[in-house]
């Protein structure tokens, strides 16, 4: 619907905005690009995105590609490409971005990947965004159509989560992952060194209005919601008044939680009682000596892993582990083992990962400066394959490293290991058996597509 009510040279005026012409008819194209140019069955609405639309003028038309739920068109028609970059998709956004910038459309980057290397990101890109959008979204708005586009935006200041809009209506139609993704807040008070949390939010820590939230899980009328906190449990208290305020909308939900919540059998229950029903917990080793080095002693500080997992299973919340692989205390030995224990306690989800340094993790520069990193550059190298080791470990060759987390994922996710698990994991009710049949089928089928795979196509990167 159009509100302007008068043509003022190159302005137009709305609502008592002052509006400039090129402003008014421009387009502009969001593209999230996935890890290999491909779809991904584990889709959710890339809620950056949500943001961004939530930030911008009715007047301007968007759209969305998101490339692992459809094909990115190979011309656009649009003024404005805006794509979001993460470390493992930088290589196919750059790929993408070549291509609209070949066809003369401006492009613009934000997310983990530009925020931690903008040199190299504006190499592709005629802009990125450092950080948070939030701030500066609307000057990009005001600069683009003007001519006026700066190779580097930053917000002064973070911005509060008091007034953040989602507005998701950009992914109607599209075929994502029917679990609502949720943003509480942000930021973690840990400070892990492989982790690229504590590297994008520094020790700030944000949370939004509990209202917000919770009008928006009623809007969706989902049933399942995931909520993205990298650790909700920054602020204990906080986190209890989210729980109380979910318990009459009657939801089912999944989150990220550090072992040490467990301590406090009242705060599992109250998880548990507002519709938890699975959380991933970073366990990462069962080895102290490593967890010390990643700077995660305080894993073990509050309890052994086998009553943390015992607490949150009796409350019906089943349990999502996360391991690392490859620190410096690991030996060939430490595959089966953490295995073992995964099953034992019939985890009902679990990642084996090759410890990966990723640029602005602190993780990342001891490496290169012990001169272990195997690849310049692994995520735009095109010998890199998903899944192998991009250093040198220090108790077995990267070979063993990478063949060591490749073994251990298939036995997991055997169906035999699948159903073992299941029997013996005590599930309370059909949400929950629901959740754990389609969460392995899938992450069987993931692992699948992505284990050994090149990152972006085949196009060349030069970098
Ligand atoms: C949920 C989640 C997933 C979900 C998928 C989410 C989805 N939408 O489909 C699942 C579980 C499938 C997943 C998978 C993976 N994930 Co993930 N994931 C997350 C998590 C927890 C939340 C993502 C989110 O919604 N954030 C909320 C939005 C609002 O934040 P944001 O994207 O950062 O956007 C803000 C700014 O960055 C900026 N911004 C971002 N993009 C853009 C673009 C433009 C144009 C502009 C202007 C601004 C801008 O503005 C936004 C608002 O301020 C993040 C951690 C986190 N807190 O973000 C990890 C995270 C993004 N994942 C990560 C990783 C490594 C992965 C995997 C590669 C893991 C693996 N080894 O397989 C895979 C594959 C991901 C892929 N690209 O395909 C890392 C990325 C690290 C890095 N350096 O790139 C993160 C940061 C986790 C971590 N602790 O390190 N993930
Ligand atoms: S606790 Fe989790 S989110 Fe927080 S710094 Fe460590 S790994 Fe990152």
């Given amino acids: 619907m159009a509100h302007e ?19 008014r008819f421009m387009h502009l194209t969001f593209i999230r690009p996935s890890i290999y140019g491909t779809r991904a069955h584990d889709a959710m609405e890339p809620l950056a995105f949500a943001i961004l639309a939530g930030l911008t003028r009715s007047t301007i038309t968007l759209s969305l590609y998101d490339e692992r739920v459809e094909e990115v068109p190979a011309h656009l028609d649009t003024d404005v490409v805006a794509l979001t970059v993460e470390t493992y998709t930088a290589r196919r956004a750059y790929q993408l971005a070549t291509r609209f910038r070949q066809q003369g459309i401006k492009v613009i980057m934000g997310g983990y990947h530009p925020t931690f290397l903008p040199d190299e990101a504006l190499q592709f890109a005629d802009a990125v965004v450092l950080g948070d959008a939030e701030g500066v979204w609307g000057q990009i708005l005001h600069d683009l159509p003007r001519g006026k586009l700066q190779s580097r935006y930053q917000s002064a200041a973070l911005p509060s989560l008091q007034t953040v809009r989602y507005d998701r209506r950009l ?43 919770v ?52 705060l599992v229950r109250l998880m548990g009682r507002s519709g938890c029903i699975a959380a991933l917990v970073g366990f990462e080793s069962l080895d102290g000596d490593n967890l010390r080095q990643m700077k995660k002693g305080w894993n073990l500080k509050y309890g052994d892993y086998t009553t943390a997992i015992r607490r949150f299973q009796a409350h019906g919340i089943m349990v999502y582990g996360s391991f690392i692989f490859g620190y410096d205390h690991d030996t060939p030995d430490t595959f089966q083992a953490t295995l073992d224990f995964a099953l034992q306690h019939h985890l009902f ?28 550059k692994w995520w735009l190298h095109p010998d890199y394959r998903y899944g192998m080791a991009t250093f040198t470990p220090a108790r077995m060759s990267p070979q063993t490293l990478t063949e060591g987390c490749l073994q251990t994922r298939h036995v997991f996710y055997t169906l035999s290991a699948v159903a073992r698990r299941m029997r013996h994991a005590a599930i309370p009710s059909l949400a929950h058996v629901g959740l754990f049949l389609g969460a392995n089928l899938l992450t069987r089928r993931e692992l699948k597509g992505k284990l050994g795979q090149r990152l972006g196509t085949a196009e060349w990167v030069c970098y």
């Fill in 5 to 23: 009510s008068r043509y003022d040279g190159n302005h137009y005026r709305k609502q008592g905005t002052l509006l400039h012409e090129k402003e």
């Fill in 171 to 213: 992914f109607q139609g599209k075929r994502y992952q029917p679990i609502l993704p949720i943003q509480y807040g942000r930021g973690c008070k840990f400070a892990c060194d492989f982790c690229s949390i504590h590297a994008f939010y520094g020790t700030s820590l944000r949370q939004r209005p509990v209202e917000a939230v």
């Fill in 215 to 266: 009008a928006e899980i009623r809007a969706s009328g989902r049933m399942y919601v995931l909520i993205i906190d990298d650790n909700i449990f920054v602020d204990v208290p906080k986190a209890k008044e989210l729980f109380e305020a979910l318990i009459p909308l009657k939801v089912k939900w999944g989150c990220q939680v550090s072992v040490d919540v467990a301590r406090d059998e009242e």
């Fill in 349 to 376: 989800l679990a990642n084996f990962s090759a410890l990966t340094p990723t640029p602005g993790a602190e993780l990342y520069d001891r490496m290169a400066a012990e001169g272990r990193l195997l690849f310049d």
